[in-house]
């Protein structure tokens, strides 16, 4: 039995573990490398295209495309709730979108989710 102390969102905790086999006496294994990400798509830069402003204060629960993504006018784009009421929030033309906020991010009112270009 080892004992070790592990850390998961910033608590702690002292966790015992039995080995079950295996040669303890054998070299190392070698890590297993992470696969390559994959190249960002053609998407408009950063801060460039129409802005899609927030209309109200809230938390966004959802981005509904992918940075790159075309959309047309009137599409929802992402889903804002405020005031415990879901919101949908539409592009306002047609374009390819990126997202200048994730779920999860709280907004204020006039902070620029997302820009269609």
């Known amino acids: 039995m080892r004992k070790f102390n592990v850390v998961v969102n910033g608590k702690s905790y002292s966790v015992d573990v039995e080995e079950v086999g295996g040669d303890t006496t054998s070299a190392p294994v070698a890590p297993v490398a992470a696969p390559a990400a994959a ?8 801060g460039t295209g129409t802005p899609i402003k927030s209309p109200m204060p809230g938390l966004i629960l959802s981005l509904t495309h992918k940075d790159g993504d075309t959309v047309k006018k009137n599409d929802k784009i992402l889903v804002l709730e405020a005031m415990k009421m879901e919101n949908d929030i539409n592009a306002i033309e047609s374009g390819v979108i990126t997202y200048a906020v994730k779920k999860g991010d709280n907004v204020e009112t006039g902070t620029v989710l997302a820009y269609i270009g």
């Open 39 to 46: 190249p960002a798509p053609a998407a408009v830069k950063a």
